[in-house]
């Protein structure tokens, strides 16, 4: 049971990464092609980006949290 744990651990951590830094890529890349479109707008842009990075970034942070909740129960 134990070692299903760390597996489990294991495997929220890897889609925490990989699931994040998709995201944010795909997020960060679409931001910089709207600032290239519009250089007007990169004020509004740019806010508008940090507050979607802030919330790619919440899944990530839970599947950590619940990948040390496994480890803590093993």
């Known amino acids: 049971m134990e070692n299903l744990a760390l597996i489990g651990a294991g495997l929220a951590a890897l889609g925490a990464g990989i699931g994040g830094a998709?995201?944010?890529g795909i997020l960060i890349?679409?931001?910089i092609e709207s600032i290239s479109r519009q250089p007007e707008m990169k004020?509004?842009?740019t806010t508008t980006?940090?507050?979607g990075v802030a919330?790619?970034?919440a899944m990530p942070i839970i599947a950590i949290v619940l990948g040390f909740m496994l480890l803590a129960k093993a």
Do not use: S
Request: net charge neutral; glycine share 20%.
């Open 49 to 51: 980006m940090f507050i």
């Open 43 to 45: 004020g509004q842009l």
């Open 29 to 31: 890349g679409r931001t």
């Open 22 to 24: 998709i995201g944010n």
């Open 55 to 57: 919330l790619v970034e």
